[in-house]
């Protein structure tokens, strides 16, 4: 027979989980033929496995992910595009993570970055890292509406404090002069603390023009702080003739 208040006490104290595997067993015969021990040690293992469960729904649904389906198994390393698979399955163990390394995911409209950085956010998240997806336009949007205000810390943090950053259209657009700087304190505040995906449709060695060039004061600054030490993945057509939309193949594929 179920005690009732040892029951309401577990849930008062935030552990439905075990009090409902102790209704559970309470109520199952066989349960009696296990001693004390591997009795608790099961209402335990059922919270701890629930916590960690929900913990990664959370971090799932936080992290915003443009495309919350991808996962590194489903890559299409056959679709004729020239990719690093070992540096991929690299990354996925997430140790650049640990070592506050960036990654720079390239290549033209379609080639599958979005869903590459996805994969690789999808990774950190199982990891228990806190991560946040955003396409730089709209972050560079949010910021510069706040940045009068009360709130522009709070929304600042937003993006500094996540471990694994991942900033899609990275330099789509040239920023202005006022964008620029909002970059510089977002990249600032990550350096050496964190992780960014950088996924762009430029090549890295393009962003300096993009940034303004020697026109900009900033250009030097911005970049000094993500180049160092960081991961590239150039994605490349084996034959541009034949290149397909990976967007498309992977709606297809129901990803």
């Not at 259209?169 to 992780?195: A, D, G, M, T, Y």
């Not at 900009?216 to 939309?245: E, T, W």
Request: proline share 4%; glycine share 4%.
């Amino acid at each position: 027979m179920t005690n009732p208040t040892t029951v309401n006490k577990l849930i008062a104290m935030h552990l439905s989980a075990m009090a409902d595997a102790f209704t559970i067993q309470m109520e199952d015969p066989k349960a009696s033929s296990a001693s004390f021990e591997e009795r608790f040690a099961a209402l335990v293992d059922i919270e701890y496995t629930t916590r960690k469960s929900n913990t990664l729904k959370r971090l799932i649904k936080t992290a915003a992910f443009e495309q919350p389906s991808a996962h590194i198994a489903d890559i299409d390393y056959k679709s004729g595009r020239k990719l690093d698979k070992e540096l991929i399955h690299r990354l996925a163990t997430c140790e650049y993570i640990a070592e506050c390394r960036n990654v720079f995911i390239t290549g033209a409209t379609g080639s599958g970055k979005t869903y590459l950085a996805c994969a690789l956010g999808m990774e950190a998240c199982k990891q228990y890292y806190k991560t946040q997806y955003v396409r730089l336009p709209d972050l560079l949007m949010e910021l510069d509406l706040t940045q009068e205000s009360a709130s522009f810390q709070k929304v600042l943090a937003k993006y500094t404090k996540p471990k694994l950053l991942i900033l899609d259209e990275w330099l789509l657009l040239k920023p202005s002069v006022n964008e620029q700087k909002l970059i510089f304190e977002l990249l600032h505040k990550r350096r050496k603390n964190s992780s960014t995906i950088f996924c762009s449709q430029y090549a890295s060695d393009g962003w300096y023009e993009q940034l303004g060039g020697q026109s900009s004061p900033l250009a030097d600054a911005i970049l000094d702080r993500i180049m160092f030490n960081s991961y590239k993945i150039p994605i490349v057509s084996a034959d541009p003739n034949k290149s397909i939309s990976m967007r498309e193949l992977y709606d297809r594929k129901g990803m």
